[in-house]
């Protein structure tokens, strides 16, 4: 089999994509891009009169279990990212990657390890004002995205299976920069690696290797490593684990396992956006397939990114540990175009997973759903009495749950949504309702249009739904560790966080962390206020501007 060169390159105007995101009109978003454009091609123009005085290479991802293998190269000039799996925008803004001077992204492979935090930085460097980057890469990658393409040709080579060892050995260009070239400044200094270890380790392979000067530096991605990139999550994780060990415990990079006797033999996963598989692998370390093997099905709220780009991953996680078997899907019918397009242009993933649309489980005014025996049978298998669902205010085809477990506990999630009455119906008289609250109750109108819940919404739906618990989450990305909270919390309310377990007995509990929290995140609680005041004091500038205009 032989290597594959990158043929093509796609201009990906993210402007294009979703304009929706701009907070400004049309013809203002189009001029916008247009002087971007502008400033970076005379930017481009001036630097192109100089070599690059020196070249950085950075390793945002390490290709760790869980980890993206992505590696960031930089000169004074131009901005390029070799591959880009799930996380990576979260790794580039935790160590502070200037994600607006990108240039290029290079895909070696059409797998999702490579691929899949494409449309997460997409959104990311679009909000920056970047109005296009080159994306290099196997034929197909532009079916990702909506927008303009131009076609031009690279190069670029990768080795994921045995199979290409021979193109790979037998390949010429490689020999320009190996013992034998001829000029000593044409011999690599380093050499990147994103072939799997099982390759790596093949003796063909390190006869490859063996071909570049001693000098030649190897630096390796793949899943030998054991770093997974990011400490902000573990600095976060460390003081909440002084409140309480058992709801907030330790992250488990070093692999001590977090599973104990005590865990059910089958858990659903509500909603999987990007990183999801990551979040697992770092709450539970070693014991992550013991997880999966008790992971029973997937549930999909609704089609926007933040709630299903993570799925590719932990179905394929999923498959190596039961490959006998199919994860089941729960999610809206519409889902199946995202599947079949990647599918169709670059992995078979059908055979792994069985779909089930919500809209089987939807209820209609009063009159609970019909169930033909399967479904039945998959509800059992899932341990549940019953499920209903419900559509809910947000976007087309978004789902609101309701689900009773043979122990007869109810528990409700609302996905993403406005307040909900459909979703008070189904969830009535709920153990514990999980509720979106996206914003703080100054930015009522912001939630409205957006069509999500502040929190004070959220609670009023639970009250109305006299649900004996609500858990609130889904916290606007504004509130990096804690989100800004009532004073007057009921009794029956928490906070969600990541890598938080916790049972129903032990809800109650949250409530009484909230002063610590509070003392804990005391510096980012006095700037997200500072933050609060300064926008009221704008709104009131422009409030009284407008009514001198009027007088």
């Given at each position: 089999m032989c290597l594959t060169p990158l043929p093509f390159l796609v201009r990906f105007p993210h402007l294009l994509v979703v304009p929706h995101r701009f907070?400004?009109?049309?013809n203002k978003v189009m001029q916008h891009a247009q002087n971007l454009?502008?400033?970076?091609?005379?930017?481009?123009?001036?630097?192109?009169?100089?070599?690059?005085?020196?070249?950085n290479l950075q390793v945002l991802g390490s290709g760790a279990r869980g980890a993206p293998k992505s590696l960031y190269l930089f000169t004074d000039q131009s901005r390029y990212l070799f591959n880009c799996g799930e996380g990576t925008q979260r790794l580039a803004h935790e160590h502070k990657m200037k994600l607006a001077k990108l240039d290029s992204v290079f895909i070696t492979q059409p797998v999702w390890e490579n691929l899949g935090g494409l449309l997460g930085l997409a959104l990311t460097i679009q909000d920056v004002g970047v109005p296009e980057i080159n994306l290099h890469g196997p034929e197909g990658l532009e079916e990702i995205f909506v927008g303009t393409i131009d076609l031009a040709f690279d190069s670029l080579l990768d080795c994921p299976s045995e199979d290409y060892l021979d193109s790979l050995l037998g390949e010429s260009i490689f020999s320009q920069h190996?013992?034998?070239?001829?000029?000593?400044?044409?011999?690599?200094?380093?050499?990147?690696?994103?072939?799997?270890?099982?390759?790596?380790?093949?003796?063909?392979?390190?006869?490859?290797?063996?071909?570049?000067?001693?000098?030649?530096?190897?630096?390796?991605?793949?899943?030998?490593?054991e770093c997974q990139g990011s400490t902000a999550v573990h600095k976060i994780q460390c003081k909440l684990n002084i409140l309480d060990k058992e709801i907030f415990p330790m992250l488990s990079d070093s692999g001590f396992p977090l599973l104990d006797k005590g865990n059910p033999d089958t858990c659903i996963l509500l909603d999987c956006g990007e990183g999801t598989y990551s979040q697992l692998v770092r709450l539970y370390g070693s014991a992550v397939d013991t997880l999966l093997s008790q992971l029973s099905a997937v549930y999909i709220s609704h089609l926007h990114a933040d709630h299903h780009l993570g799925l590719f991953s932990v179905i394929k996680a999923w498959s190596r540990?039961?490959?006998?078997?199919?994860?089941?899907?729960?999610?809206?019918?519409?889902?199946?175009?995202?599947?079949?397009?990647?599918?169709?242009?670059?992995?078979?993933?059908?055979?792994?997973?069985?779909?089930?649309?919500?809209s089987l489980f939807e209820q209609h005014g009063q009159n609970r759903p019909a169930l033909d025996p399967d479904t039945v049978?998959?509800?059992?298998?899932?341990?549940?009495?019953?499920?209903?669902?419900?559509?809910?205010?947000?976007?087309?085809?978004?789902?609101?749950v309701t689900m009773v477990t043979k122990s007869g506990h109810k528990i409700t999630y609302s996905g993403d949504t406005m307040p909900c009455d459909a979703l008070v119906s189904i969830g009535k008289n709920s153990d514990l309702l999980i509720h979106e609250a996206?914003?703080?109750?100054?930015?009522?109108?912001?939630?409205?249009l957006k069509m999500h819940s502040t929190v004070s919404q959220a609670i009023r739906i639970g009250?109305?739904?006299?649900?004996?618990?609500?858990?609130?989450t889904h916290f606007s990305q504004r509130y990096a560790k804690l989100p800004r909270l009532n004073k007057d919390l009921s009794e029956n309310v928490g906070i969600?966080?990541?890598?938080?377990?916790?049972?129903?007995?032990?809800?109650?509990?949250?409530?009484?962390?909230?002063?610590?929290?509070?003392?804990?995140?005391?510096?980012?609680?006095?700037?997200?206020?500072?933050?609060?005041?300064?926008?009221?004091?704008?709104?009131?500038?422009?409030?009284?501007?407008?009514?001198?205009?009027?007088?």
């Open positions: 907070n400004m009109s049309g454009k502008f400033q970076r091609v005379k930017m481009r123009e001036k630097s192109m009169k100089y070599v690059p005085g020196i070249v190996q013992s034998c070239a001829m000029n000593e400044d044409d011999k690599a200094a380093l050499v990147a690696h994103f072939s799997p270890h099982h390759i790596m380790s093949h003796p063909r392979y390190k006869e490859f290797m063996s071909k570049f000067p001693s000098t030649t530096q190897h630096l390796v991605l793949n899943e030998s490593n540990v039961k490959p006998e078997c199919k994860l089941t899907l729960l999610a809206p019918r519409q889902i199946i175009t995202w599947l079949s397009v990647y599918a169709a242009r670059f992995e078979s993933v059908g055979h792994l997973y069985r779909l089930v649309p919500l049978q998959i509800l059992s298998s899932l341990g549940l009495e019953s499920m209903t669902t419900c559509l809910v205010r947000h976007c087309p085809n978004a789902f609101g996206t914003h703080e109750d100054e930015l009522e109108k912001e939630a409205a009250r109305e739904m006299r649900a004996k618990f609500v858990l609130l969600a966080f990541d890598n938080m377990r916790i049972s129903l007995a032990n809800l109650p509990k949250l409530k009484l962390f909230y002063p610590a929290l509070k003392a804990m995140f005391a510096e980012y609680q006095d700037e997200i206020e500072n933050r609060a005041i300064r926008r009221n004091l704008k709104q009131e500038v422009k409030r009284k501007a407008s009514l001198e205009s009027k007088s």
